[in-house]
């Protein structure tokens, strides 16, 4: 199973972006997609999660209203749009899968990209 995540860089506060996580080797459609975020000097926190194929998304309290969970089940890919990005969204984002959006539910991790909101 391997995830592997795209669309970070630097962006500026007010900002958006789009994280996407291509997933192979996993049975994509029925499972559960991940977005996790760990900020430097701080543990990794969950930020969002969609359970395909129903598609039924979660967010954590600090990106409501501000963050955006896909998935396109064609493409086995994940996506996660956020918006009006703050210095508090810096940080290396992970997706990952698993049976259900317990992260002790989730079996496989990307490598993370990072993510710089700067002013």
């Known amino acids: 199973v391997q995830l592997v995540e795209s669309g970070g860089g630097c962006v500026q506060t007010g900002g958006s972006l789009r994280l996407s996580c291509e997933v192979s080797g996993a049975t994509f459609g029925d499972s559960a997609i991940g977005w996790f975020r760990q900020a430097p000097g701080k543990d990794r926190d969950g930020v969002s999660c969609?359970?395909?194929?129903?598609?039924?998304?979660g967010y954590s309290h600090v990106v409501k209203g501000r963050a955006t969970i896909t998935s396109d089940m064609a493409k086995n890919t994940a996506y996660i749009e956020m918006n009006d990005l703050n210095a508090e969204d810096t940080a290396v984002y992970y997706c990952?899968?698993?049976?259900?959006?317990?992260?002790?539910?989730?079996?496989?991790w990307g490598k993370g990209i990072l993510v710089t909101v700067s002013s």
């Open positions: 990952s899968i698993g049976t259900t959006c317990n992260t002790d539910a989730m079996q496989y």
């Open positions: 969609i359970t395909n194929p129903v598609g039924i998304p």
